[in-house]
């Protein structure tokens, strides 16, 4: 029977860092530091951005053993994330920034803008290289934000009565063990006809005004953003780190393609 041989050494994979010498490690000092630099010179030409946080507080009333469901609690409430990029409240803040001595474009303001929710708050973020100035537009906008869906909350709420009207004036109708009801009873063809001509004329009415909130949905407050104090990107020292790290894997990387050039030669 043939032994079989161990493995030729040329088919193992060793790292050139195992074998480096000490010379070689002066390289890649030189490398690190040449990539703390550019981390550097790169902090120094693009400034540190701070992100200041202002906050929307929303209130949703439940009504137990009724069809409502968590997924359309969770619905009315991303609805006010996403009114926070109506173009009334941009317009808003655009003016009373502008009264501020600060001019921005409705781009520029959503590109420096994130809004997230946590729980029944939306937060509203805003990054800038001064932080005075985040703060400002984050309070602003949450301010603004709330003007405006506190203005358009009556209009929900009409618009929730006039379909829970409809809803009651159905259910005579077509549940029979709410025919026997005294408001059920107290109809006639014409008061029904009036009541459906109403409230669908209110609906009418109602719907663009009430921004798609509903009368249990209410947003109760709105908290200033306080002024940041760190910086959140551009930090100085994360990318003299990041710069040195780039180096090391770029000095490993070259160390092995010129062992690997020398070993074909």
Same mark, same amino acid.
């Not at 009801?181 to 107290?186: G, I, K, N, T, Y």
């Given at each position: 029977?043939?032994?079989?041989?161990?493995?030729?050494?040329?088919?193992?994979?060793?790292?050139?860092?195992?074998?480096?010498?000490?010379?070689?490690?002066?390289?890649?000092?030189?490398?690190?530091?040449?990539?703390?630099?550019?981390?550097?010179?790169?902090?120094?030409?693009?400034?540190?951005?701070?992100?200041?946080?202002?906050?929307?507080?929303?209130?949703?009333?439940?009504?137990?053993?009724?069809?409502?469901?968590?997924?359309?609690?969770?619905?009315?409430?991303?609805?006010?994330?996403?009114?926070?990029?109506?173009?009334?409240?941009?317009?808003?803040?655009?003016?009373?920034?502008?009264?501020?001595?600060?001019?921005?474009?409705?781009?520029?303001?959503?590109?420096?803008?994130?809004?997230?929710?946590?729980?029944?708050? +939306? =937060? %509203?973020?805003?990054?800038?290289?001064?932080?005075? #100035?985040? *703060? /400002?537009?984050?309070?602003?906008?949450?301010? $603004?934000?709330?003007?405006?869906?506190?203005?358009?909350?009556?209009?929900?709420?009409?618009?929730?009565?006039?379909?829970?009207?409809?809803?009651?004036?159905?259910?005579?109708?077509?549940?029979?063990?709410?025919?026997?009801?005294?408001?059920?009873?107290?109809?006639?063809?014409?008061?029904?006809?009036?009541?459906?001509?109403?409230?669908?004329?209110?609906?009418?009415?109602?719907?663009?005004?009430?921004?798609?909130?509903?009368?249990?949905?209410?947003?109760?407050?709105?908290?200033?953003?306080?002024?940041?104090?760190?910086?959140?990107?551009?930090?100085?020292? +994360? =990318? %003299?780190?990041?710069?040195?790290?780039?180096?090391? #894997?770029? *000095? /490993?990387?070259?160390?092995?393609?010129?062992? $690997?050039?020398?070993?074909?030669?």
């Amino acid at each position: 029977m043939k032994k079989s041989g161990k493995p030729s050494g040329k088919t193992e994979f060793s790292p050139k860092i195992f074998h480096a010498k000490p010379t070689d490690w002066l390289g890649v000092a030189g490398f690190m530091l040449l990539g703390a630099v550019i981390g550097l010179v790169i902090s120094l030409l693009v400034p540190p951005k701070y992100e200041a946080v202002s906050k929307l507080t929303t209130n949703l009333e439940v009504v137990t053993n009724t069809n409502v469901t968590e997924i359309m609690i969770d619905a009315q409430v991303d609805i006010v994330g996403t009114l926070m990029f109506h173009p009334d409240v941009i317009e808003r803040v655009k003016q009373a920034l502008a009264d501020e001595g600060l001019t921005y474009t409705a781009t520029e303001l959503t590109r420096k803008t994130k809004i997230e929710r946590q729980l029944m708050t +939306t =937060l %509203i973020k805003v990054r800038d290289t001064d932080p005075e #100035v985040a *703060a /400002l537009i984050a309070t602003t906008w949450a301010e $603004k934000a709330y003007e405006r869906l506190t203005e358009a909350y009556p209009h929900a709420l009409a618009l929730s009565e006039a379909k829970a009207s409809q809803a009651l004036l159905t259910s005579c109708v077509e549940d029979v063990t709410k025919q026997n009801l005294p408001f059920c009873q107290s109809l006639t063809e014409d008061k029904t006809g009036q009541i459906l001509s109403e409230t669908e004329s209110i609906i009418l009415k109602e719907s663009p005004l009430s921004l798609g909130l509903t009368g249990e949905l209410n947003i109760s407050q709105y908290q200033p953003a306080p002024v940041p104090e760190n910086p959140v990107a551009f930090v100085r020292s +994360t =990318l %003299i780190l990041a710069g040195a790290l780039a180096g090391l #894997v770029f *000095a /490993l990387l070259l160390g092995e393609l010129l062992t $690997k050039e020398h070993e074909r030669e």
